[in-house]
């Protein structure tokens, strides 16, 4: 029988791949978004990861989530020091798109009423952060070098060895007491993550001229 990690890297492939070919991240990984998009990223991705970070520690004690409890996971503050880094002071000033709202309404509802399914979106954030993110950061480094330090948001100097550090998540994952009908709601939320994870980047690309008020790039 498979396991939820196998599950999830199967069942989510499709929309994986999707997601990262859509809209900004496109340029993004040609190394061509300009500085200002790139914040723009940025600030909706802080957004999320605000919503996701206040429901995973609501509910530090559940044990369905403590494979992703590991506190050096944990991406606001470094998120927040690359926004002011690339951003100036006005990075705030930036709009949050629709898709994000809907992202981040979602994340409320389940820590309200499922907070076992965060467990979903935290497997496609942070595994997305320590595996694909390590990419991004060499690019943004190359194709953004008046901002080489603002890559903390794919820093883990608290994790050590970061493959093994997957390792043991996706191990953790693997040993939780679910049953079937948990794992495919798992999955199936997963699934609706990367769907909106695409929502998202399309919008981003769509029209930079919503994007509000930013210093510090062009």
Same mark, same amino acid.
């Given at each position: +029988? ?5 599950r ?5 492939q499709?929309?994986h ?11 993004l ?11 723009? #990223?940025? &600030?909706?991705?802080?957004e ?7 429901? +995973?520690t609501a ?14 996971l944990? &991406?606001?503050?470094?998120?927040h ?5 690339i ?10 798109? %629709?898709?994000?709202? &809907? ?6 509802e #389940?820590?309200?009423?499922?907070p076992? #399914? ?15 993110g390590?990419?991004?950061? &060499?690019i943004?480094?190359r194709?953004? %070098? ?6 903390e948001?794919?820093?883990? %100097? ?9 390792t043991?998540?996706?191990?953790g994952?693997?040993?939780? %007491? ?11 939320e ?8 695409a ?6 690309a ?13």
């Amino acid at each position: +029988m498979s396991t939820l990690s196998l599950r999830l890297r199967a069942e989510t492939q499709d929309l994986h791949t999707i997601a990262e070919r859509s809209g900004v991240m496109r340029p993004l990984l040609r190394g061509t978004l300009p500085a200002s998009e790139y914040a723009w #990223l940025l &600030r909706n991705l802080y957004e999320i990861y605000a919503a996701l970070e206040s429901g +995973m520690t609501a509910h530090a004690t559940d044990p369905v989530l403590a494979p992703f409890a590991h506190p050096g996971l944990r &991406r606001m503050s470094s998120l927040h020091r690359d926004l002011d880094a690339i951003g100036g002071s006005q990075w705030a000033m930036m709009n949050v798109t %629709p898709t994000t709202r &809907r992202y981040v309404a979602r994340l409320v509802e #389940l820590s309200d009423r499922d907070p076992q #399914l965060l467990l979903a979106h935290a497997y496609v954030r942070y595994l997305g952060d320590l595996s694909g993110g390590q990419h991004i950061a &060499r690019i943004v480094r190359r194709a953004l %070098p008046q901002f080489d330090k603002a890559v903390e948001f794919y820093s883990f %100097p608290e994790l050590g060895d970061l493959d093994a550090f997957k390792t043991a998540v996706r191990d953790g994952m693997d040993t939780l %007491p679910l049953s079937n009908d948990a794992v495919t709601g798992m999955v199936a939320e997963a699934r609706h993550g990367f769907e909106m994870h695409a929502m998202l980047f399309n919008e981003l690309a769509a029209d930079a001229s919503t994007r509000g008020p930013m210093s510090g790039g062009s």
